[in-house]
């Protein structure tokens, strides 16, 4: 028996593409100013070579979570179409065969890290003797951590499903806060490189037990108990095969390379590329506020076949992304010396800068494939974005094992940026033809008003950079430039409704209101 849910189909594209956004932006804004400004506290008390390990560490837990084969995005892609349906007995039994395959798929992976733990320390953590002695620890950290992780991603899923970003954004900034806090006050205790693993650790499990009580109270008579169902898991299966794919693929691009840097140089060298890399990486932290609600969109407007609507969410979502990164961006191409050297140091400045613009530069061009990576798969056509994923891949390992050897941590930023170049074009002109959207409607709706803004406010940055001579001058500048760009988005870029929606939504959440129903 189907039962009617309190959510309605999409009336207001608009309305809940901006609230959902808000939602997102404004929880990313508190993650990103905790994440600046304790990275160069954590950095300095650890050194290189400890900081180091735990980005290796992180990298491998990544490659051990392939084996969840992409079910969590496979469960909020039919959650998405199945809700607003009142397929809510469907939606429980696909759960339960989820979270059974993530139990199994995270166990598997514990064992197979724990197994091989001596192997994998020997193998990427080349550095000083203490270090390696470290490194055995790490890998029984990151074996329980893949567990929590896999779990937490099955119903993680749910929020996600049903646009519920408010209570997505609630457990980033507390999960980041135990992260990032938990680290300094373990540091300041005089505890070291353990200590701060097993706050990961326990971080990991907060978000576990967190999105129990959220997915309980989302979806009536939920049932956590593992059950497994060989069509629900074949139903699902069907399009995780790709997302798994995808997956694969875009950890060779975004955490291969720090793991190829462990294998051909010394353990540091990972601490001098991740600092820059985590900057090139923030363009990601705003137009993932922005993708992150565009998957369940498309997947609802898909699944109710209104494809006018569609083509505007792709449009006028590419436009926000846009919007959302070229900021950034900027000022890592533009400064990127100035930036690093005031953040965590002279030595990371003179190690780091050409490689930052390297990332920095690869980084914008994919930000142009974010809305059609995530549209693709809400059309079910997520083959398109495995396709391109993998040759991303492919292009990112060759290039890595080229030009790493030889050039250090510039030959990795190079190669990111290489393959960004010829593979992205590619991808969206694919997936515009999947859409019936011409290049002019893409350009012209989409790319031009946001490039222009950036590059006006790139202009006036470049002509004040020598003007960051000190902090203060600096954090002036970056003031004046991103006012410039604010004021060009405004007037230049977005709309009249799309300005009422914005100023709307951000005074529901800042004023803590309860957000509506169908929102």
């Known amino acids: 028996m189907k039962t009617v849910p309190t959510h309605k189909p999409d009336t207001g594209l608009g ?7 808000v939602f997102n932006f404004l929880g990313q804004v508190y993650v990103l100013l905790l994440g600046i400004t304790v990275v160069p506290y954590v950095v300095h008390h650890l050194g290189p070579e400890h900081y180091g390990l735990i980005t290796v560490v992180a990298a491998l837990g990544g490659f051990a979570g392939l084996l969840n084969l992409g079910i969590g995005q496979a469960l909020s892609k039919y959650v998405s179409e199945l809700y607003w349906q009142g397929e809510l007995q469907r939606i429980r039994a696909l759960f339960q065969t989820a979270i059974a395959v993530s139990l199994f798929a995270g166990t598997t992976a514990c064992f197979l890290v724990i197994v091989f733990r001596n192997y994998l320390a020997g193998a990427f953590f080349h550095g000083e003797p203490d270090t390696q002695g470290f490194a055995v620890f790490a890998m029984f950290i990151t074996a329980f951590g893949v567990v929590f992780s896999m779990a937490t991603e099955s119903l993680s899923a749910l929020p996600i499903a049903l646009q519920r970003f408010d209570i997505y954004n609630r457990m980033n900034i507390l999960l980041s806060t135990i992260r990032n806090l938990g680290s300094v006050v373990v540091l300041a205790l005089g505890l070291f490189v353990k200590a701060v693993l097993l706050v990961y650790l326990i971080s990991g499990f907060a978000g576990l037990l967190g999105y129990v009580y959220y997915a309980r109270k989302l979806v009536p008579q939920l049932s956590l108990c593992p059950s497994f169902s060989w069509p629900d898991f074949k139903q699902l299966f069907g399009f ?7 997956g694969a693929s875009n950890l060779l691009v975004h955490r291969l390379d720090r793991v190829i840097v ?10 001098f590329y991740t600092i820059p890399y985590s900057l090139a990486e923030r363009t990601w932290m705003g137009v993932g506020n922005i993708t992150s ?29 846009l919007l959302a990164g070229i900021p950034v961006t900027i000022f890592l191409l533009a400064v990127p010396a100035q930036i690093l050297n005031y953040w965590v140091g002279t030595e990371y400045a003179v190690r780091g800068t050409l490689t930052l613009r390297f990332l920095a530069a690869g980084f914008l061009l994919n930000i142009f494939a974010h809305v059609p990576y995530v549209v693709a798969q809400g059309i079910n056509r ?3 974005s495995a396709k391109y994923s993998l040759l991303n891949g492919i292009a990112n390992l060759v290039l890595f094992l080229l030009l790493i050897p030889r050039y250090g941590i510039v030959g990795a930023g190079a190669g990111f ?4 170049a010829i593979v992205m074009p590619l991808f969206i002109w694919e997936v515009n033809r999947a859409l019936r959207v011409s290049w002019a409607s893409v350009i012209l709706g989409s790319y031009l008003r946001p490039v ?25 500048v970056a003031a004046l430039v991103l006012a410039v760009f604010a004021i060009l988005a405004l007037l230049g870029a977005i709309d009249r409704g799309e300005r009422t929606r914005i100023y709307e939504q951000t005074l529901i959440v800042l004023r803590f209101r309860e957000r509506p129903a169908n929102v």
């Open 240 to 246: 995780s095969a790709s997302v798994l794919l995808a």
């Open 417 to 420: 940026f290489i393959s960004e």
């Open 293 to 321: 609600v565009i998957f369940p969109s498309a997947s609802e407007l898909f699944s109710m076949q209104a494809h006018d609507k569609l083509q505007e969410l792709y449009i006028r979502a590419t436009k926000m992304v």
């Open 382 to 384: 997520p083959w398109i």
């Open 262 to 271: 462990a294998y051909f140089l010394p353990i540091a060298a990972v601490a």
């Open 15 to 21: 309305q809940k593409l901006i609230a959902n956004t």
């Open 452 to 476: 222009a803004c950036g590059a006006g406010a790139f202009g006036i940055l470049w002509l004040f950079r020598s003007y960051g001579s000190s902090l203060m001058n600096l954090i002036l």
